[in-house]
């Protein structure tokens, strides 16, 4: 009995698998991008909130934007610097460093 | 003729019902939602009674595969003494998975692409996260907004950045499936129409694509139900271990 949904096991196990590519790098291409808009837009609504609060028209929301993009930034980079960790550790396993690292 | 390629996203009431004054209409969301709830308590019962066996069936094997997968998850981002997270995060992936899976039926309800239903996850999630930083650290949880080894002169202007990335964390969780989802459903609604609508010789392209589409929407349904997992088991793990 095999159903219409049976995987062949190298394609499963390239799935499934730990340390998967395709899987890692999809999961991180669909991650970084809402990050950027996402942390910009909370920054400029912020900013917004704060000019109607305060009254200080245009400076609260040139503030926000900045900062917003500034925290964006910082995510994108740091999940970048944790995926180059991972992937030297990886590296590591199987073949000697390089002395240029 | 014409149409909305976002008409198929409006909810009506279709039962009628009031509680005290409060309106708690069923609508179509409703139903899919507990048919999503009874499609994975059905068939988690269903591997359920397969076990102790020596040789294990598909089904069986397909959900230890998966089950397995998510307790690594835990494992890496949150840690190996912290598994009492696993049955929320697991709940949590079958959850969101079998709402967009169900979302591709044609003729059925996508509530992943609701930014109520995505909404109030990531809320939970994130006052979640907040809680726990709060029992596990107390006042010493406001450090998560200082990164360690920062220069003196840069504290008051990391400390904005520090919360708005923060606060952005729960909204990026939202946006994302509800964005996902809402598009590739869109996507599917407008070269639809366009097959219909145009004559035979060339409208069977669009309808072609449309194939091309729903197998895409199948892939995009598990690995957004799997990110939204795989974030949560971060911001779990980055509340809990404090950087």
Known sequence: MSGPFRLSIPCRNKLMSKGSSIRQGIGIAFRLG???????????LMGYAMD?????????????????????????????????????????????KGEDS | MKESPLHHFELHPSVHLSLMGIDISLNKAIFVMWAALAIVFILFMLVRKTEGRLVPTKMQSIAEMLLLFLRGLVDDFIGKEERKFFPFVAALFFFILSCNMIGLIPGSYTITSQ??????????????????????????????????????????????????????????????????????????????????????????????FTVLINALELMVAFIQAYIFTTLTCFYLGDVIKMH
Request: hydrophobic letters at 55%; aromatic letters at 14%.
């Open chain 1, 34 to 44: 809402t990050e950027l808009v996402v942390a910009t837009m909370i920054g400029a």
């Open chain 2, 115 to 208: 930014i109520v239903v995505t909404g109030t996850f990531a809320i939970f999630i994130f006052m979640m996260t907040l809680f726990i930083g709060f029992g596990r650290h107390g006042l010493h949880f406001f450090g998560i907004l200082l990164p360690s080894g920062i220069p003196k002169i840069l504290i008051p202007l990391m400390i904005p950045i520090e919360i708005i990335s923060m606060l952005a964390r729960p909204f990026s969780l939202a946006v994302r499936l509800f964005a996902n989802m809402t598009a590739g459903h869109t996507v599917l609604a407008v070269l639809f129409g366009m097959s219909l609508t145009l004559p035979w010789f060339i409208g069977f392209l669009p309808f072609g």
């Open chain 1, 52 to 96: 109607n609060y305060f009254d200080t028209k245009p400076w609260g929301i040139l503030a926000g934007v900045i900062f917003g993009g500034a925290a964006g930034c910082l995510t994108v980079y740091r999940t970048a610097m944790t995926l180059q960790f991972d992937e030297e550790e990886n590296n590591g396993d199987q073949t000697p």
